[in-house]
């Protein structure tokens, strides 16, 4: 299983990165490659076409339902309906509930960008783990303004197809129950840092920060901590900082950031 930053910039796309979108793949016992993508934010469908055919998806994934996470959902809509091989089968799309109707917004009411046809959707549910594939994904509650999700990857490990390995995904929260249930003996925990230490104090069950963050990898025992969803406006060497109590190996996100697990 290995893991492929599309886009990492918080809350809205920034000058060298796409908003939220991970790529996670892996092959199966006959050599095929699953693909499945965790969120698709504004700008994602673009740089998400240097690493996969959009159309061959297997799944997506949604941690919840703000632009900075699925804007590009009615444009990947678009080019699955208009594609000139025709359109694929309509592509599993789990998500919150509501994620229907939040699509069709964003398509908006012309009958030329009526994508809804293009996706599967299904609710995610808490504790009923999705099977893609060799992947296994678990949906877990986490705190933020809107319902949200973080999600549990589990899968073959890249170098040892018999050994598993997870990769737990925040999604967007503050610290809470479900964030360490995520990161509980995690390879690799891919968390959101959009706040800093001091300056955003005072506006909780919203965001980590990067301490936040650091505390619940330590907390989880998580074995490397990769931090994402940097807005543009702040320092992301600040973020970094504010994670040093993580003794781990700490990784800033960056577009095209590929990690084996």
Known sequence: MRLVVVGCAGSFPGPDSAASSYLVQAEDADGRTWSVVLDLGNGALGPLQRYTDPAALDAVALSHLHADHVGDMAVLGVLRRYRPAGPPPPLRVLGPEG???????????????????????????PGRPVTVGPLTLEPVP?????????????????????????LAY????????????????????????????GRDDAVRGVHLTGRRAAEAAV???????????VPAWNDPEVTRAEAAL???????????LTIPL
């Open 170 to 197: 925040s999604g967007d929260t503050d610290a809470c129950e479900g964030l360490d249930a995520l990161a509980a003996d995690a390879d690799l925990l891919l968390a959101e840092a959009a706040f800093h230490e």
């Open 219 to 229: 907390r989880g025992r998580a074995r490397h901590l990769v931090l994402t969803h």
């Open 99 to 125: 994620t229907v109707e939040r699509i069709a917004q964003l398509a908006g009411k012309d009958p030329a960008t009526d994508t809804t046809h293009q996706f599967d959707v299904e609710p995610w549910v």
């Open 246 to 256: 993580y003794e781990g190996p700490t990784t800033l996100a960056h577009p095209g």
């Open 142 to 166: 986490v705190l933020h303004p809107v319902p949200a999700f973080g999600v549990r990857v589990t899968g073959p490990a890249e170098d040892d197809p018999s050994r598993t390995v997870v």
